[in-house]
């Protein structure tokens, strides 16, 4: 086995069984593929078989499935056997294992032994290996967690505090090389909260330039945890991810209605925001109001005619409301806007409607007529109908036309029917092999 081969089928999911794939063989009764090809290279099969191992009591037998991909280095490998080791109460050697990789110079081993340390009564010492690594944003990340248990909150603060720039600020998360001010800020601010200094870390908060990251706020969060609505629904109408923050708040006390107007204040113009549009939508659906969301999506659909995933979310409403006739009268009328003409991201989104309405027989005959029908991947949406109504073998025919660009749909239908070794198959495409060399005056040196 190598490491870089390992980690590049883990990464992409090609080349390899993909863990949804390992699930639906321990489903479908064939653990014994599962085993075998765990013994093969196969790392979503060997760490499935090294769990079930280790539930059965079996641990020994679980870390010498692991041996070998243990033995390359691969820190995905170190992970999930430490992870075990812990779950197992041998703290001792999930310590050792991954102590070994940090001592080699893996970054990633360094933030999960400390972490691991202070699980397990040892903060302190995590704390002194960590403080060091403070500029690596990861590790700061680290160190204010481990912090807490070694009783290093203001030691901590105060390296915090000593990397707040009085007056630069970056106005994107590439600006600086390693710890940017404002995670500075966020990390000084968590500790804050937690030692009860809730006014100092809102202030602090309040000076970050970049305020949102992955769609979360730090300060609408904390100002939610605290119970601070007035300030949340100051701050909200500023910021959309604190908005949003709001909106959930309400949802979760229980005041629809407040979470309904917050979506829809005036100042944050949901026609001209589609995420926001979308989002008040789900949640007039998920409160017994299905017509009025499908309403904000049929305006939203109208502003911006050929989006697909808004066209996917109305779709799906109508079909929650059984309402297939009237989604099929709503995209058809779209269309004309457009003279009638669809690309397949946009045609494909009628089918399920179709299928509800009229049979999926129709929808797939409508699917064919289509200029891109016979496309690999109009393919696989026909096939997905095929198989929603309990007709496998029909869906892997289909698939089968274009089997190398709808591989994982076709191995997992293939793995239903009982032909697993067609699914394997169809997941490790053989290795091509290099033409043999051609002699003569033209091809004695390699073109570049």
Same mark, same amino acid.
């Given at each position: ?32 593929? &599962?085993?075998? *090809? =765990? /013994?093969?290279? %196969?790392?979503?099969? !060997? #760490?499935?078989? @090294? +769990?079930?191992?280790? $539930? ?89 967690? &481990?912090?807490? *248990? =070694? /009783?290093?909150? %203001?030691?901590?603060? !105060? #390296?915090?505090? @000593? +990397?707040?720039?009085? $007056? ?93 107007? =917050? ?186």
């Amino acid at each position: 086995m190598d490491a870089s081969d390992l980690d590049y089928r883990a990464r992409t999911r090609s080349g390899c069984i993909p863990p949804d794939l390992v699930s639906r063989l321990l489903e479908r009764g064939y653990a014994h593929v &599962v085993e075998l *090809e =765990a /013994g093969r290279g %196969e790392w979503f099969c !060997a #760490l499935a078989w @090294a +769990r079930l191992l280790g $539930e059965q009591g079996r641990q020994a037998d679980a870390l010498e499935i692991l041996a070998p991909y243990l033995a390359t280095g691969w820190w995905t490998a170190v992970e999930a056997a430490a992870e075990l080791l812990e779950g197992w109460d041998r703290v001792d050697e999930a310590i050792e294992i991954t102590r070994i990789r940090m001592k080699a110079g893996h970054l990633m081993a360094l933030e999960s032994y400390t972490r691991l340390l202070a699980r397990h009564g040892r903060a302190e010492e995590a704390f002194r290996l960590l403080r060091p690594q403070i500029d690596e944003p990861s590790l700061a990340t680290a160190l204010v967690d &481990v912090a807490e *248990e =070694a /009783g290093q909150d %203001e030691e901590t603060a !105060a #390296l915090l505090a @000593a +990397r707040i720039p009085d $007056e630069h600020r970056c106005d994107s998360p590439w600006c600086c090389r390693g710890l940017d001010p404002d995670t500075v800020v966020g990390l000084l601010a968590t500790i804050r909260e937690r030692q009860g200094r809730i006014d100092e870390a809102i202030a602090l908060l309040r000076t970050r330039n970049i305020t949102s990251f992955n769609g979360r706020d730090q300060l609408a969060d904390l100002l939610a945890r605290h119970d601070r609505i007035g300030e949340l629904r100051a701050y909200a109408a500023a910021k959309n991810d604190a908005a949003w923050r709001l909106v959930e708040l309400l949802e979760e006390r229980g005041d629809i209605e407040g979470a309904i107007a =917050a979506c829809r204040q005036a100042d944050r113009p949901i026609a001209h925001d589609p995420n926001s549009a979308v989002q008040l939508a789900l949640l007039l659906a998920r409160h017994g109001r299905e017509n009025e969301a499908i309403d904000v999506i049929c305006a939203l659909a109208d502003a911006r005619p050929g989006d697909d995933s808004i066209l996917h979310t109305l779709s799906e409403l109508f079909l929650d409301q059984g309402r297939a006739e009237d989604g099929l009268a709503y995209l058809d009328a779209l269309a004309t806007t457009r003279a009638g003409e669809e690309n397949w991201d946009l045609y494909w989104i009628r089918l399920p409607l179709i299928a509800a309405h009229h049979g999926v027989d129709d929808a797939i005959a409508q699917a064919r007529s289509h200029p891109q029908g016979t496309t690999w991947y109009a393919e696989s949406h026909i096939a997905e109908l095929l198989a929603g109504t309990g007709r496998i073998e029909e869906a892997v025919a289909v698939l089968e036309q274009h089997a190398s660009q709808n591989s994982h749909d076709l191995a997992g239908y293939l793995i239903d029917l009982g032909r697993v070794q067609d699914a394997l198959a169809i997941l490790r495409p053989p290795i091509p092999q290099a033409a043999a060399p051609v002699n003569g005056p033209w091809h004695e040196d390699p073109p570049f």
